[in-house]
């Protein structure tokens, strides 16, 4: 495997008596997609979040490209979050901002580039995830699958080293959700990006995934190539996939 | 009891803190004037009817009341003095805050709150920006601005009810009772008035926006929120009013 460009290390957190993550160790390559699949309330998102600085843990460590997060405050993971994009559950787009600003927001902030270079490659990444024409909807006119498309588009916009993908298929309709995961291998191939992508949808992770972690009770269960999930016999692994129809 | 006392304790920390990061986001470039100009429109002009329809009211009503207790004692030339300092000093500033604390705070907790729950918050961190810069900075910046220009078109407003009343109900002509009027008040009073808004503003701004962000649960959550706002933005106003009109009277 190449050298990782995220790496979790030991990583635990619960919240209040919960106990969410008991030791989680896994390590990303750059340029890799890893699925990480377990059923609802394993702690997908909560590994996940971490990696953004959104969650500190309560021991362990998150490295970003050689950068430990987990030591660093909201100003200093301003550089992180600026090589990493996330596509949050249900999107996460600005109610109040059109299509346009929701997608240019990053570079408004972050490139002081002058609006039409912008608009040029709010144009270039809605393509990037099939929509054109789309600018000056608001939120509250898109589909639930359109709502993911601007979101990736939004987590894009920067030209990020890495994109997290929370749930991305999740509450969508098999076509749809089909559309998204062939996006996100799209995506992986002409941006070259790392990716970590969180589900329970077993279709999704065998998609779009180059390898499997398989979490379950806060702990990584079985890491290996989807091939490998698939002939595993790992008990947890095993159950999940038999009781998802791929037994 | 110490948990709840405890748990108090540690919310007005947070909140401090909150106020601490907004002081060093706002002196932070750039400025985001657009924000706080749609700030100061939705927070302020959209506030302007209820505030001065409360307090034009609060001064009609000061005024009959006033005149009515005051009739037994012929003491009734006085009702332009009593409603001035009572409209300026205290009521006009009290009055306003409270419909603020209402109307405003709920409106910051529930747009906040609801951007919490719908990660639209974690979705402005990831995308290395500040929600505090972002979302409380223009919310408390255009109360500090507007609440007191409120206030005093409110007092103005209080003033012309009661001199409506002093007119129609007790009979007094205009020039008599605004004669009275101005004639009690001093510069001390209105600096004392409008002053103490800026601090309502502050605890106004400050609540909402803490609980807004911290609005955890959904729709109950950000139901939960917005009342908490709406009971501790009330009593800190009532509370602080006490203690800002002590401070006040020692100059």
């Known amino acids: ?247 | 009891m110490t948990g709840i006392l405890r748990q108090n304790l540690s919310e007005l920390g947070r909140m401090v803190l909150l106020l601490w990061e907004s002081i060093r986001q706002g002196l932070r470039r750039p400025f985001e004037w657009d924000l706080w100009m749609e700030q100061l429109f939705q927070l302020g002009v959209r506030s302007l009817t209820i505030t001065n329809l409360t307090v034009l009211f609060t001064g009609m009503v000061l005024s009959l009341q006033t005149a009515y207790s005051l009739k037994t004692y012929g003491g009734e030339t006085f009702v332009g003095d009593i409603v001035a300092l009572s409209i300026v000093r205290e009521l006009g500033p009290v009055l306003a805050a409270l419909v603020v604390a209402g109307r405003v705070g709920a409106g910051i907790t529930a747009e906040l709150g609801t951007m919490a729950v719908t990660e639209q918050v974690d979705a402005l961190r990831v995308l290395a920006a500040s929600p505090v810069k972002k979302l409380v900075v223009p919310r408390v910046g255009a109360l500090l601005v507007i609440l007191p220009l409120i206030t005093i078109l409110a007092m103005a407003m209080g003033l012309f009810g009661g001199l409506l009343m002093a007119k129609y109900e007790v009979g007094q002509t205009s020039a008599f009772f605004m004669n009275h009027a101005l004639g009690a008040l001093t510069v001390e009073d209105i600096f004392s008035g409008v002053g103490k808004t800026v601090f309502f503003a502050l605890f106004i701004g400050i609540i909402a926006c803490y609980n807004g962000l911290h609005a955890t649960g959904g729709a109950d959550g950000v139901g939960k929120a917005t009342t908490n706002t709406v009971v501790m933005g009330s009593i800190s106003v009532i509370v602080s009013d006490f203690f800002l009109t002590k401070i006040f009277l020692m100059f």
Not at chain 1, 11 to 22: A, E, M, N, Q, W
């Open chain 1, 1 to 247: 495997m190449s050298e990782p460009f995220i790496r979790y290390v030991d990583l635990h957190k619960s919240f209040g008596d919960k106990v969410v993550l008991k030791g989680v160790n896994l390590d990303i390559g750059a340029g890799e997609t890893v699925v990480v699949l377990g059923g609802s309330g394993t702690g997908k998102s909560v590994l996940l979040r971490h990696t953004m600085g959104l969650h500190a843990p309560d021991s362990g460590q998150v490295w970003v490209d050689g950068v430990e997060v987990t030591e660093l405050g909201e100003n200093e993971l301003l550089d992180t979050r600026k090589k990493v994009g996330m596509l949050f559950q249900a999107g996460a787009l600005f109610d109040s901002m059109s299509v346009y600003n929701n997608v240019a927001f990053a570079l408004h902030e972050h490139t002081g580039w002058a609006e039409p270079k912008v608009a040029e490659r709010v144009r270039e990444v809605l393509s990037l995830v099939e929509l054109e024409g789309v600018e000056t909807l608001m939120p509250s006119d898109l589909s639930g699958g359109m709502r993911k498309r601007v979101a990736l588009a939004r987590a894009i916009a920067l030209a990020p080293r890495a994109i997290l993908y929370d749930e991305p298929t999740t509450g969508l309709d098999p076509i749809t959700a089909n559309t998204i995961n062939q996006l996100i291998r799209s995506l992986q191939k002409r941006l070259g990006v790392t990716s970590i992508v969180v589900t329970h949808d077993i279709q999704s992770a065998f998609t779009v995934g180059d390898r499997i972690a398989f979490l379950s009770e806060g702990e990584i269960h079985f890491d290996g190539t989807v091939a490998e999930a698939k002939v595993s016999q790992e008990h947890e692994l095993r159950n999940f996939l038999e009781g998802g129809g791929y037994g």
